[in-house]
């Protein structure tokens, strides 16, 4: 890992102390890495997910073709959705140029993503999608982040999903004659820490900051278990 040659190569190296309320189950410690330390502290939702008997059929090969189905559609209509999130948010004229530039190549990378899976499903548009429960409350908070926080905070709700899914993907004892494999194999290959690390590190830099984006990280974690769990 290159954080700690980077962070003091630009000055924005850091140091404190963070501590959480008893009922967040944090115990007071030394952050270093913000990136880092927002998922080790909430690694307990990925392995309650990964043990959901979604995956866990996905790894047996017993999961059924319509559970699968239904959860792609869904993540399409997430896709979709976020694009047109991140879309509005890149137009943002006072963004500093390092939410700037990210925003905009994240918005690029879902459009990209929105537009493959159309085509790979035949749509011509965007297709009316009913939501499911867990969808609904994964988008609208997405939503509340878009229209009540600071850009910021949007981009700390996206990284739950980019850094489970390839750890679910790693972790998953998919064998290759598996006819999930392929989801395995497509997922386990991404590095969200080109995009996420040093930008978290260089705004997330009081400890305030970091609190609430622990928060919100943990409550995009749970809406992941919650859209596996659902599916």
């Known amino acids: 890992m290159k954080t700690a040659a980077f962070l003091c190569f630009s000055f924005t ?31 307990d939702i990925a392995h309650k997910t990964i043990r959901g008997d979604f995956l866990m059929q996905m790894q047996n090969g017993s999961l059924k073709a319509e559970r699968y189905i239904n959860f792609t559609i869904q993540d399409l209509n997430y896709v979709l959705k976020v694009a047109d999130m991140l879309k ?20 690029s990378s879902y459009q990209r993503f929105g537009n ?16 499911t429960p867990a969808m609904r409350k994964y988008l609208s908070f997405y939503r509340n982040l878009m229209e009540n926080e600071e850009p910021l905070y949007f981009a700390v709700g996206l990284l739950p999903c980019a850094r489970l899914w390839v750890w679910l993907a790693k972790n998953l004892n998919t064998p290759s004659t598996n006819a999930y494999y392929t989801w395995k194999v497509e997922n386990m290959g991404g590095h969200p820490e080109k995009h996420y690390r040093a930008l978290l590190n260089k705004f997330l830099n009081t400890t305030e900051k970091v609190e609430k984006a622990n928060a919100i990280f943990r409550e995009q974690m749970q809406n992941e278990h919650d859209f596996f769990f659902s599916s």
């Open 116 to 131: 493959f899976m159309l085509k790979q499903y035949f749509f011509k548009g965007e297709p009316s999608i009913e939501q």
């Open 13 to 43: 190296y850091f140091r404190y102390t963070i501590c959480n309320c008893p009922s967040n189950s944090l115990e007071m410690k030394s952050v270093e890495d913000v990136y880092e330390f927002i998922w080790e502290s909430n690694i």
């Open 88 to 107: 509005k948010i890149s137009a943002t004229l006072t963004l500093p140029n390092n939410l700037k530039d990210f925003f905009n190549g994240r918005y």
